[in-house]
């Protein structure tokens, strides 16, 4: 059977040529995660103080009233919803996608080239496209995000902003998850704490709706460098899962190629002596 | 003199988390300077300088926008960004100059001229701040 042979040959190369593609993606993704990770616990410090900031003041605060807290769900939500530029990442940009709660006639400001490519022919309204890769998104941008989105929330565009993104728990676990920006609610489980006399420069409602987009724009590089670290890890593991099957068709092959190669002696061998027998 | 706790945080990184006795910040309402044990207070901040005097030296930084917390004798800065005088890239900063000027010249929408606006104030800012040292 020197045909199969060939075949199967041929297979087995074409295999191999597969897995060191899946090898060095791989390898680019897990260095990459380490990068990433640390970012992510970089931004860490930056969104909790602030978030507690604006916490402390509304807590604190019975007299004030800000246009960001007040939300309006007769009006079409905004939604930032943050997945990957590229596939190849197991379930990640699926996952995501799955967990959506989009409503027809809602606004999207999408990150990341998936999302874009998603949401391309649904009945929805793309606030801008200028931040579509997820990769290059860097807190200049998001602070720039946040002014957008504090701005038409305000002129009364939409009533609600959120932002989808998944949540980097450790390399191996990441869940897609969704967060309120707007309207500005504080965390119920938080422990209250007794209250100070502070001085606010400018008046409290100056100080916290200046506040408030710096704090969307924490939320959403915190939600971006996770993502960026949810993607990676995704990829690493998908292109881990690929390299195991491709080690496991090469060793498959591998047996058949040499039986069959075992066989085509056999048989070379049998006729030669029935050749010579006569 | 006093010591108090002074962090300094911006989205890429923790800048300074340390003791410190003296700083001097922008805010929108003017200069402000913190000593220790000072009252409660938060002041949304300016683009501007930020001095600080730690170990007995001062520093000076461009800050451009954040918010100064001074809660339990501790004092933050939450800062959009915070760059020392001696880590501020003064070719960038030229270049983003010339890049709002340019923009503020040929007149685009209320929205994008305010965005070159502040741009400009920021590369200015940096610009001042970066060639005192």
Known sequence: MPQSTKIIKNRIKSVEGTKQITKAMELVATSKLRRAKDNMERVKPYFESLRELAEDIMEHNTDFSSPFCKGDYEKPSCHVIIAGDRGLAGGYNANLFRSLEVKDGDFILPIGKKVTEYFAKKNVTVLTNAYALAANVRSSDCMQIARLLANEYKAGKFGRVDVSYTKFVNVLTFEPDTEILLPFAPNEEREKKAGVLTIYEGGVDAVFNQLIPQYISGIIYGAVTSSVASELSSRRNAMQAANKNADEMIADLTLKYNRSRQSAITQEITEIVAGSEN | ?133
Not at chain 2, 57 to 78: D, F, H, M, N, Q
Not at chain 2, 116 to 131: D, M, P
């Open chain 2, 1 to 133: 003199m006093s010591e108090y706790r002074l962090k300094i945080v911006t989205p890429d990184r923790m800048v300074f988390d340390s003791f410190a006795e003296r700083l001097v910040a922008r805010t929108q309402a003017g200069d402000v300077c913190i000593l220790a044990r000072h009252t409660e207070y938060i002041a949304p901040l300016a683009i501007g300088e930020i001095k600080v005097k730690a170990d007995g030296k001062w520093r000076t930084a461009s800050c451009s926008g954040g918010t100064l917390v001074v809660t339990g004798g501790e004092t933050t800065i939450v800062a959009d960004t915070f760059e020392w005088s001696d880590e501020i890239d003064l070719e960038r900063a030229k270049r983003a100059k010339e890049k709002a000027e340019e923009r503020l010249k040929n007149n685009a929408t209320e929205f994008e001229f305010r965005l070159a606006e502040l741009k400009l104030k920021r590369a200015i800012n940096r610009i001042n701040t970066g060639s005192k040292f």
